[in-house]
């Protein structure tokens, strides 16, 4: 009987992983998924869940919906991916990892099912977490997508709302090279019957949801209609509001597609919720979801901050934020996957930034020497390290104390510092 690591490194070794390996993990069916799910008697259809999609906060509005809903007394559970430094960050209930043997029960249990449907990393750890929480009983559980929607594993669910945070560029190469194409994929998560909340309006992108929504019979509600924002003020539903002027400007929207979820939930008499719950979740988040990896303070003395935003719409909400704080020079820390198109995002690094060019220490990493020939291409300039934690204690040695250092480009980057 394997441990708990060993058990870890067969998913690992065996089982194809879209962030390890890129496309040839991405499955263009959910044939393998159903085959799984019934092999365990279709756990999927015994929870009562939430499905977030979206192009960038489909994580962290599932981290705040999360936090309210367990402020206000719900046991929550909480799908979501990648994972930064432990498997179980994947599944969560009310922020508690699933125990290590439950892991090891499972994959048990299904091995022979493994061998017959060969299915990929990301199938597996799906069926896993809908066999925990079925097990578990939470009183709802909280799922968000991994690439796209309609093709995405978690698409089996019945959820009582879909939530779509935004639309923006990122995997072309499987959901489609125009927005319109991107947000067909997002739009495959909404259900015949069920609500679905668009966390942030895009008129190049509307008529997609209205048709979708209209095919399905799915109520269409835009976040912006379901909350009033004045003054960085969220007014909430007994008239009292919550400030959100010292959250990270790109978390803003997030929060407020967040608690627009909860309006919807409790106007529909879905679920209780009460504004006072609102305004703990919105506070707890972290201490509540184990919410890591976003503008994450790596020191108490320095202003060092890790920042997993990967594509165009999240590195540029990113530095806008940085723009607005006070420090003397910026020190920026960063690597990429081999199969990100560079030359879209490297306009949103500012020129005046010094580089510490590193590969994340998995196969799809890009080499370094490459990432540097890159940026330099575009007057980004800076040294390349063998490692990231290289990069990073270099980085360490070289600033002022009023320098900023940042760590991103990458997950696997942010995780190897964390």
């Given amino acids: ?14 089982l194809p992983m879209y962030q390890r390996q890129g496309t040839s993990a991405f499955k263009k069916t959910l044939d393998n998924i159903y085959a799984l799910l019934a092999d365990l008697d279709d756990p999927h259809e015994k929870i009562r ?29 909480l799908y979501t991916s990648p994972h930064y430094l432990d498997f179980r960050e994947r599944i969560k209930i009310n922020g508690k990892f699933i125990v290590k043997q439950e892991v090891v029960k499972f994959i048990q249990k299904i091995e022979k099912s493994i061998e017959i449907i060969r ?18 009983n939470p009183d709802i559980v909280i799922v968000e997508t991994g690439l796209g929607g309609r093709l995405d594993s978690t698409n089996v669910v019945n959820p009582i709302l879909s939530i779509i945070t935004n639309i923006g560029w990122d995997h072309q190469n499987m959901l489609g090279d125009t927005l ?39 109520e269409l509600v835009y976040a912006r209609d379901l909350i009033v924002t004045k003054d960085q003020e969220i007014e909430l539903l007994n008239g009292s ?21 909860s309006h919807l939930l409790v106007s529909r008499d879905i679920l209780q919720i ?9 506070k707890n988040v972290i201490h509540n979801t184990y919410f890591i990896g976003r503008w994450m303070s790596l020191s108490e003395d320095s202003m060092i901050f890790a920042d997993s935003a990967h594509n165009q719409d999240g590195l540029r909400a990113l530095f806008c934020h940085i723009d607005t704080l006070d420090f003397e020079n910026l020190h920026i820390v960063c690597g990429f996957v081999n199969d990100k198109k560079i030359e879209d995002v490297i306009e949103f690094f500012p020129s005046s930034a010094k580089y510490y060019f590193a590969k994340a220490n998995i196969p799809r990493g890009l080499d370094c ?11 980004r300039l800076g040294k390349s390290y063998s490692s990231v934690r290289k990069a990073f204690a270099a980085a360490k040695t070289t600033t002022k104390s009023n320098d900023l250092i940042l760590v991103c480009g990458s997950i696997f980057v942010v995780a190897e510092v964390l």
Avoid: W
């Fill in 49 to 77: 869940c939430i499905h977030v999609a979206g192009t960038n906060g489909k994580g962290s509005t599932s981290h705040y919906l999360a936090s309210i809903l367990q402020e206000q007394g719900y046991r929550v559970g």
């Fill in 274 to 282: 009460n504004p006072e719950s609102i305004k703990a979740g919105i």
């Fill in 119 to 136: 299915p990929s990393f990301f199938e597996i750890t799906v069926a896993l977490a809908f066999y925990y929480f079925a097990e578990q």
């Fill in 180 to 218: 319109s194409l991107i947000a067909g994929e997002k739009a495959g998560i909404i259900k015949k019957g069920v609500p679905v909340i668009i966390g942030e309006y895009q008129e190049e992108v509307e008529s997609v949801f209205i048709s979708k929504s209209a095919s399905e019979n799915a």
């Fill in 1 to 14: 009987m394997r441990n708990y690591n060993d058990t870890v490194q067969y998913m690992f070794s065996l």
């Fill in 369 to 379: 020497d490459t990432l540097k020939d890159r940026f330099t291409a575009y007057g």
């Fill in 241 to 261: 509001k919550i400030d959100i002027s010292e959250h990270i400007s790109y978390q803003k929207n997030n929060i407020k597609t967040a608690i627009s979820a």
